[in-house]
């Protein structure tokens, strides 16, 4: 039987196994070895790296510890900032687990926190570190420190391709992918390229189109899971 808490889009077999992410730990050549073979440029994976203005890492998790930015929780370029403002000042330290990572306690009032609290320590992986040294890598971080509009262009744009890596549509934007048939995983379909008002939503906030294909993909994992339906 399926799992009753289990996710009805999730789908394990495309979660992509260790090594085809980046490995925080390295540096310029092995975030070219990630993502080139994706089909992004160096312009591409500095925009990209720009997602730790959100977040922070957990030791239970990658084995890092702390945050980027002392406002994660708001999407801005602060990272790009931080990152060069403190050039000088990032500390190489040793975590109880073994894992290296870059800190500092940012002071500055204007790249401190909004909330009056005194900043915690912020760190850095090795990764965004050779964003700094990479001279190709550089002159895109001091671009986006400077430009806040430059930074989201190029990131919702870099983001969207990201999101749509290994599918395929047709001219209508219908997903023609082999896994996209009958009976089988059901992706969502393509939005609309100009805003819509979502008056066709009914309780629970899912469109009429969601809904059927919530519970197809729910049949789905019942399937995967040995369930009687």
Not at 27 to 46: C, K, T
């Amino acid at each position: 039987m399926a799992q009753e808490n289990q996710q009805p889009f999730t789908d394990d077999s495309k979660v992509p196994p260790r090594g085809r992410l980046p490995d925080g730990a390295q540096g310029a050549e092995h975030l070219r070895h990630i993502f080139y073979r994706m089909g992004f440029d160096d312009r591409e994976i500095v925009a990209l790296s720009g997602a730790h203005n959100l977040g922070r890492c957990h030791s239970d998790r990658s084995g890092f510890e702390g945050k980027w930015v002392n406002n994660p929780t708001r999407f801005s370029n602060q990272y790009f900032k931080v990152l060069l403002a403190n050039e000088k000042d990032w500390k190489k330290k040793r975590l109880p687990n073994g894992v290296e990572q870059f800190v500092y306690v940012e002071e500055d009032a204007d790249l401190a926190s909004e909330d009056g609290e005194k900043p915690e320590e912020l760190m850095m992986l090795p990764t965004d570190m050779a964003l700094l040294s990479d001279p190709a890598f550089r002159p895109w971080v001091e671009k986006y420190a400077k430009d806040k509009d430059l930074f989201f262009d190029h990131f919702a744009k870099v983001f969207a391709k990201l999101l749509e890596l290994g599918i395929r549509r047709d001219a209508s934007g219908k997903v023609i992918n082999e896994e996209n048939v009958e009976d089988g995983y059901k992706s969502a379909p393509k939005k609309s390229d100009t805003a819509t008002a979502s008056g066709d939503q009914g309780p629970g906030q899912i469109g009429h189109e969601a809904a059927p294909l919530k519970e197809e993909n729910k049949k789905f994992q019942g399937r995967k899971n040995g369930a009687k339906l």
